[in-house]
């Protein structure tokens, strides 16, 4: 007789199908999958427990946790991309909840794989998502003791498998397919990762020559509490952001509902030649402002890192983070420095961080400053090999930048390999050069050390998209937004991707946002026109990119390929034989192939598109829309990507 699905079972289904829809969302928790089943968050975990043994919290992450085994096993992804593509906010969240449900950490699941080590059970769970048989009348009603599930985890296999088959045969109960595995009762508590923003310092000397010691340490609070991100699961919201909140009448529970954020830090600083003091509020600013700590630091320069570690350790516990023993281990210990030569590093990246040249040059010549004064200092290394790895990609930049931001990384990384900062640089070296592989490597390390760094995620989603991985690209983009939500680039280049798949009202909604911030942002009217053309809007793109070229007239070939999509040739032949005759440079020659292409002129546009030395941008002409539609029915496409060199 055929036996109909137990109400249990249906809703096991129901649920795991909900889990299975919001995989990679991390903010989904037990509030979205009790709504979505119907149920309050009380009733979930106690039907749950009833005939489970299990909370809603562990059926979440033990389905994220299989789903994992199954990506790790198919070889396609590395630990830190499948962390993310299962809704781990942190790979070293991931990687401690990996090792206490498997007993072996995610990097080493291909190994034994190779070697055979690897339990039926495992292999199982790697091919899909396990259902484990069990009796629902012996278990509705009762909590699955934590010592029974011990006992049935040393089973061998061969006993496993027949206690399997004489249920088969002989229960006439039925058996429900559940799609997490009942191996333990796990008592710890659900981790939460916790989020904080540390607004811009006040100059209490009220003296502005003094404002690049108080950013400075500003980023140094903001950068040692970041280096706890890979222990325990913490956001720390990105400069960007909270510096757009200086002078801001906002009060402080307005600031942490904009940025999401549970707590704020408020500082003043004041300091002479050899000490610096930090006043320091730090607030729990929802559901109501509550200070959870006011005190004020000082210590010597050459202790500097010292003193900021100390207060990271003392916010850490004030959040309740729970930083251990065995955490502490695994942080990077503070060093003294010549206080001379971290004085220049602070003004050289002062001025590296505005916008003229002028500014750069200044910056880089204190960063040269702070190395003839402390050659082992690898904070002034690494200074500079950021400051020539953002001009080699600006307009002005030249090979030789990037050589001497790869030798200055290298040089930072020989004196301390935990700054994350330079194996940042070095996956732009790499990628510059399209070492794609090298570059990948790199952009991981560097997240691995500071998982915070939004600008990062942002360069490093945009090489997955240049592979063809747009969705892990668009999460990637994801998560540097919920870092430094304000950064426009970072938002702008989130608008292209859901662009790019068809989502057309989110990037249109995402293109709209950096213009509320920043009014004169070239790249958001860029691809806001870019956007009105695919959704049909077509004087809303020309208008926009008319804006575009106010702005700057280095956008003139945006409006011309816009008109030549249009159909309005005289206006785009007009804007290019501008461009003919102008100064032949690398920017230029992409421009003039962008138009030659919408104009459909093959042969010019194929001649500009080999122009060397070629534009930082030129690979993403394989894969974004607009650019690359011109070019793929040509067989000389193919040549080009071979050019490149990408992978697959």
């Not at 080999?610 to 000389?636: C, G, N």
Request: aromatic residues 10%; negative net charge; hydrophobic residues 40%.
């Amino acid at each position: 007789m055929h036996e109909h699905p137990s109400m249990e079972q249906l809703l096991l289904d129901k649920l795991f199908d909900v889990i299975e829809n919001n995989l990679q969302n991390e903010q989904f928790s037990v509030v979205e999958l009790a709504r979505e089943s119907g149920l309050s968050q009380s009733q979930l975990n106690r039907k749950l427990k009833a005939f489970t043994g299990k909370s809603a919290n562990q059926l979440i992450r033990e389905h994220r946790l299989m789903k994992a085994m199954e990506l790790l096993q198919a070889n396609n992804a590395t630990a830190a991309e499948v962390s993310y593509l299962v809704g781990f906010g942190s790979p070293s969240y991931f990687n401690t909840c990996f090792h206490d449900y498997y007993g072996y950490p995610p990097g080493e699941v291909k190994t034994m794989k190779d070697r055979g080590k690897l339990t039926n059970e495992a292999n199982e769970s790697e091919k899909s998502i396990i259902d484990t048989l069990y009796r629902p009348e012996q278990t509705a009603g009762k909590q699955v003791q934590s010592s029974k599930l011990k006992a049935e985890r040393r089973l061998s296999k061969e006993l496993i498998f027949g206690i399997i088959v004489i249920f088969l045969i002989f229960s006439s109960a039925t058996y429900i397919l559940v799609k997490f595995w009942l191996l333990k009762e796990d008592n710890k508590v659900e981790v939460v990762e916790k989020s904080i923003a540390v607004l811009p310092f006040k100059n209490l000397s009220n003296d502005p020559d003094q404002e690049w010691l108080v950013a400075g340490q500003h980023e140094t609070l903001i950068t040692e509490l970041s280096k706890l991100s890979p222990v325990k699961p913490l956001r720390v919201i990105g400069s960007y952001t909270v510096n757009s909140f200086r002078n801001s009448d906002k009060s402080l529970p307005e600031i942490a509902r904009e940025i999401n954020v549970d707590f704020l830090v408020e500082g003043s600083i004041s300091g002479n030649e050899d000490s610096i003091t930090l006043q320091l509020r730090l607030i729990q600013a929802l559901p109501r402002e509550n200070i959870v700590l006011a005190q004020s630091f000082t210590g010597d320069i050459s202790n500097i890192f010292r003193l900021y570690s100390n207060i990271a350790a003392q916010i850490a516990q004030k959040i309740n983070l729970d930083i251990s023993a065995e955490d502490k281990e695994k942080l990077p210990s503070p060093r003294t420095v010549n206080p001379e030569a971290y004085k220049a590093y602070l003004r050289g990246m002062y001025h590296l961080n505005m916008d003229t040249p002028e500014d750069k040059e200044k910056g880089l010549a204190y960063l040269y400053e702070a190395v003839r004064i402390d050659p082992g200092e690898p904070f002034a290394y690494a200074g500079l090999a950021q400051g020539y790895i953002e001009i080699a990609h600006g307009p002005l930049g030249t090979a030789d930048d990037l050589i001497k931001a790869e030798a200055a990384a290298n040089q930072a990384i020989k004196l301390d390999t935990s700054l994350a900062e330079c194996y940042d640089v070095m996956a732009k070296v790499y990628l510059f050069r399209w070492e794609w592989e090298k570059s990948e490597r790199y952009f991981i390390k560097a997240l691995e050390l500071d998982p915070n760094m939004a600008l990062t995620r942002w360069y490093y989603a945009w090489n997955l998209y240049l592979f063809g991985k747009t969705e892990q690209a668009i999460i990637e983009n994801e998560r540097a937004q919920r870092i430094d939500p304000f950064h426009p680039n970072i938002t702008v280049h989130l608008a292209a991707l859901y662009y790019d798949v068809g989502r057309y009202e989110d990037a249109l909604q995402e293109a709209l946002k950096p213009l509320e911030i920043e009014k004169n942002y070239q790249m958001g009217y860029y691809v806001l026109g870019v956007i009105y053309l695919a959704m049909g809007r077509t004087d809303d793109a020309i208008e926009v990119h008319k804006k575009l070229v106010e702005l700057s007239s280095g956008w003139k070939w945006a409006l011309g390929a816009t008109y030549a999509i249009l159909g309005h040739r005289d206006e785009a032949e007009k804007i290019l034989h501008e461009l003919e005759n102008s100064q032949v440079n690398e920017w230029n020659a992409f421009q003039l192939a962008m138009m030659y292409g919408a104009l459909g002129r093959m042969d010019e546009a194929f001649k500009w598109l080999a122009y060397e030395p070629h534009t930082a941008m030129l690979p993403w002409v394989a894969v974004i829309p607009d650019w690359s539609k011109p070019f793929r029915d040509d067989p000389r496409f193919e040549d080009f990507l071979k050019r490149l060199n990408l992978p697959n």
